[in-house]
């Protein structure tokens, strides 16, 4: 089911009978209709498995599963907040970013260090976006939160996108990233220009970036 | 080259030329960059003191290539100046960008400076071409001519330009030292020919609590 944006920082979905939503628990704001919220432990879809998974690999943000009819208003902490429509593909983003999604969207857990080597190790820890990812599949829409307006930028072959960790939010398709850094010995002596390590992202897809270099 | 993405990303599109930001500013980019810090804001070893003097700290670097690259400031709101030959006025904390054939440097501001909570020195911006100013939600950039004046509370003010004599005044009388102010006691007068960007929020000055 599609969102419908009110505002640049609220969202409202329908909710039909038969069909689930899942949302980070306590952003909704108001709803019509008869509409239950009952705390979901799992996270999600994907069963027991991939519960330990999330559990393993800190990615577990607290979700409720929203179900009956009527119209749910969501909001969360005044962050800006992004649509953004799935056909088929997979979105990678931070579980503590995901403000509500679709129920038929398969989710699950990406462990992030397997792409680029020892540098994928090192991402995490340098960018503060942790080793683990949560990813969304299939059909659907899904509500993500950021700092400042979003911008989405698409990256195709011969056409790599580079963007400020602290400023990625996102990403969605069939796309490599990697850390890059560009350190010489100035940035050693601490005269950095304060862009010493970057994503790269390459492949065929499109990024969210927010306009801020604060994290959530 | 300058664009707006959004109200709250500048995005800059370079074929092997440069601009200066502020520095680690940069979100993303396509393309080929090179950010290279600018010792003293790019003026210089004489701009390095007196901005060491004056505490109108600037620390900027400059970027280089081709391709696009976006800047924003934690979430700020930026506003695209074009400047032909006349100088900017701006604070050194609300300038994101500019054009780099424009020149920085840094300037007494006066009474004002004080009561804006800012320092006793602005940065000026000066030449032709493009630059990038931040407020705090959507500046306006008001008109004022021989006839119109204009009064600004000094915590919404951000920046200037044109030629512009500007006055500080206050309306701090008995009432307000019983304590009875309307928190309105200071205003910057503007007179003579240029434009005045205020923003919709107010810093934190002295004044402000008066």
Known sequence: ?216 | MFRLQGSRTLAVDLAGDAVKAKNGSMVAYDGRMTFKKMTGGGEGLRGMVTRRLTGEQMTVMEVTGQGTCYFADRASEINLVSLRGEKLYVEASNLLCTDAGLRTGTTFTGLRGGATGNGLFTTTVEGTGQAAIMSDGSAVALRVSAQYPLFVDPGAYIAHQGSLQQHFQSGVNFRTLMGEGSGESFQIRFEGEGLVYVQPSERNTIGGNV
Request: proline fraction near 3%; aromatic fraction near 6%.
């Open chain 1, 1 to 216: 089911m599609p969102f419908r944006e009110i505002n640049s920082k609220m969202v409202e979905a329908t909710v039909l009978p038969g069909q689930k939503m899942f949302s980070q628990r306590g952003a909704m704001l108001a709803y019509r209709g008869e509409v239950s919220f009952t705390p979901n432990i799992q996270g999600g879809q994907g069963g027991v498995m991939s519960m330990i998974g999330r559990r393993m690999a800190n990615e577990a943000t607290p979700l409720m599963t929203v179900e009956g009819s009527g119209t749910v208003m969501f909001g969360h902490g005044g962050h800006h907040i992004q649509v953004i429509n799935l056909a088929g593909d997979t979105l990678y983003v931070e579980a503590d970013r995901l403000l509500a999604f679709d129920g038929t969207l398969q989710q699950g857990t990406m462990f992030m260090g397997s792409q680029g080597g020892v540098m994928g190790m090192v991402r995490g820890q340098v960018t503060g976006q942790g080793l683990f990812t949560t990813t969304l599949k299939g059909h659907g829409a899904v509500a993500v939160m950021a700092h400042g307006g979003v911008i989405e930028l698409p990256i195709a072959p011969g056409r790599d996108v580079h963007v400020d960790p602290q400023a990625y939010v996102a990403h969605h398709g069939d796309v490599r990233n990697k850390l890059s850094t560009a350190l010489g010995w100035r940035d050693m002596v601490g005269r950095g220009s304060g862009e010493a390590f970057q994503l790269e992202l390459s492949g065929n897809g499109a990024v969210y970036v927010q306009a801020s270099e604060e994290k959530l």
